[in-house]
DNA sequence: GCCCAGGAATGTA
DNA sequence: TACATTCATGGG
């Protein structure tokens, strides 16, 4: 399966702080779990992609999961040609970046599992929390855990949560899958929401606040406009735009120019 | 061994 | 509302 696209790029969207489970795995090589599924992609060229899924599996489940009904393409030109230099500099540098349509429960407790750790720590949590508690598949070869059930975590031992690395967040994951099991909060139903509605009601949740809100909702109910404020977008905003940031200019996309802004803070400067 | 990470809850004034 | 403190853990 070949896809061609001028803003797709594997290692930017592998770096750039949205998921945690899509690894290089050899040159211009990346695989990664989603819906249970493993799946290889190839960067054959800048506008190239392989992928070693059939086309009806891209069809039905990829095409989506890569957002590949939206126009980066003139988004880029937009932003690149704005009157913002900063935001024109982070498009130019981290075009190949789009926002993946991550399952929204894995995304919470994810971005839970995010907070005040390093993204290769997030990582590895995050595949002990899979080895362990997801289930065991395998795809021409290659062995690779899916991400565990809402039902599977509400039941965890806090104990053996901890021995994997979550820290005090234990009780946060544990509580926002309960809280998915016993339907006090519909994901799912989440998307229809607006972003402002969907961050309010995730951050009912212990231990959910403002920014994993937000991330959640940019990046597991794709609600574009959300826009994550976190300890590098606050450093831009007060380097580089005197303390304020008007996301009001970019309304309705906003999280996608924050996604250019981080990845362009954290691996050009 | 040290520093700090894609924060949030809690307490204080 | 605005700060200050505290919270486990591991990667670099």
Redesign the pocket.
């Known amino acids: 399966m070949i896809i061609q696209s001028d803003n797709f790029n594997l290692q930017q969207i592998a770096d750039?702080?949205?998921c945690f489970r899509m690894n290089n795995i050899g040159k211009n090589k990346y695989g990664l779990v989603a819906f249970g599924k493993y799946l290889e992609l190839i960067q054959i060229a800048t506008n190239t992609i392989q992928l070693n899924c059939t086309e009806q599996e891209w069809q039905e489940i990829w095409k989506d999961y890569f957002d590949m009904g939206y126009d980066y393409k003139g988004l880029v030109e937009n932003l690149v040609n704005g009157d913002d230099s900063f935001v024109s500099r982070a498009a130019t540098y981290g075009k190949g970046i789009r926002i993946l349509r991550q399952e929204p429960f894995e995304t919470l407790i994810s971005?839970?599992i995010?907070?005040?750790?390093?993204?290769?720590?997030?990582?590895?949590?995050i595949e002990k929390i899979c080895i362990n508690y997801g289930d065991k598949n395998e795809f021409e070869g290659t062995e690779y855990y899916s991400f565990p059930t809402p039902e599977i975590l509400a039941n965890a031992d806090l104990d053996a949560l901890?021995?994997?690395?979550?820290?005090?967040?234990d009780e946060?994951i544990v509580g926002a899958a309960r809280a998915v099991v016993d339907g006090d909060i519909q994901l799912d139903e989440l998307k229809e929401y607006t972003n402002e509605e969907a961050v309010k009601v995730l951050?009912g949740?212990?231990?959910?606040?403002?920014?994993?809100?937000?991330?959640v909702s940019l990046?597991g109910l794709h609600h574009i406009e959300a826009f994550?404020?976190?300890?590098?977008?606050e450093r831009i905003v007060s380097e580089h735009y005197n303390g304020y940031f008007n996301i009001s200019k970019y309304d309705g996309y906003a999280g996608i120019v924050?996604?250019y802004m981080?990845?362009y803070i954290?691996n050009y400067y």
Do not use: E
Not at 205 to 215: F, M, R, S, T
């Open positions: 750039s702080g949205q971005f839970i995010s907070q005040r750790k390093n993204i290769p720590a997030i990582k590895s949590c901890r021995d994997l690395g979550v820290g005090y967040r946060y951050k949740l212990y231990g959910v606040g403002d920014k994993v809100a937000n991330c990046f994550p404020i976190d300890v590098w977008i924050q996604q981080f990845y954290r």
